[in-house]
């Protein structure tokens, strides 16, 4: 373990949730991929930012789970958190319709109407797990590092978040995102939110005016903890 967090800096914090996975066959053999992919291939992010959306969001301080797919496949735009590009990094069609819908879910001034950042690291630190679903990709080619071992590993930290904390908000945006909801323990008063993904070939369908951000707010304020600051 201390081999892999150097490497790949994963926040300790997580470790008792995930130590068991760590030493399973498929993720030693997902590790040896990953080896094998970033020697001779280019991929995304950075090997030092795959476990990022583990290294800024504490486990402890977890509040809101988004699940995404996998990661931006265009250069410098993956930075280990779904959705999120680094700072300086033209905003996604998608992440400019969340931001659309953050502006008009929450009533902000037209003014600043896009934020000069597309990076989520701060709602992040605030206890937004930005998890998708598959941590890595090559250049160019979406969904190619599917199936080598990261969706037994991710779904095992949707599990785990699930079993271990109690009112935790779930926003499933898309169908990939809600077929994860066997996942989720119904018996632990989580609040799962659904509804389309934020694309430019489905926001229009539901994402929208879902008013997801808001709802999240209210849900967080109801049980006593403090909601978070969507906005830039």
Not at 85 to 91: A, D, E, L, Q, T
Not at 152 to 176: A, C, E, H, M
Not at 195 to 203: E, I
Request: hydrophobic share 40%; net charge positive; glycine share 4%.
């Amino acid at each position: 373990m201390m081999i892999l967090e150097k490497e790949y800096k994963i926040n300790f914090n997580w470790n008792s949730l995930l130590n068991k996975e760590f030493h399973k066959s498929y993720f030693t053999k997902l590790l040896n991929i990953l080896r094998i992919e970033y020697n001779h291939f280019i991929c995304f992010p950075k090997q030092e930012n795959i476990f990022s959306c583990l290294k800024y969001c504490s486990f402890q301080k977890l509040k809101v789970v988004i699940i995404g797919q996998d990661p931006y496949h265009g250069d410098n735009q993956a930075d280990g958190l779904c959705f999120s590009v680094p700072n300086g990094v033209p905003f996604p069609a998608s992440l400019r319709n969340i931001f659309i819908e953050v502006n008009n879910c929450l009533n902000f001034s037209k003014k600043n109407f896009y934020p000069t950042s597309g990076s989520l690291i701060h709602w992040a630190k605030q206890g937004v797990l930005l998890l998708n679903s598959v941590l890595t990709v090559r250049k160019n080619s979406p969904l190619s590092h599917k199936n080598i071992g990261w969706e037994l590993f991710t779904d095992q930290i949707i599990r785990s978040i699930s079993d271990q904390k109690k009112n935790i908000v779930f926003l499933l945006w898309g169908k990939y995102a809600q077929k994860k909801i066997y996942l989720i323990n119904s018996f632990h008063d989580h609040y799962v939110l659904k509804t389309s993904h934020p694309s430019p070939f489905s926001a229009h369908m539901g994402f929208f005016g879902s008013k997801h951000f808001e709802k999240t707010n209210n849900f967080l304020k109801k049980i006593g903890k403090a909601p978070i600051f969507w906005k830039h």
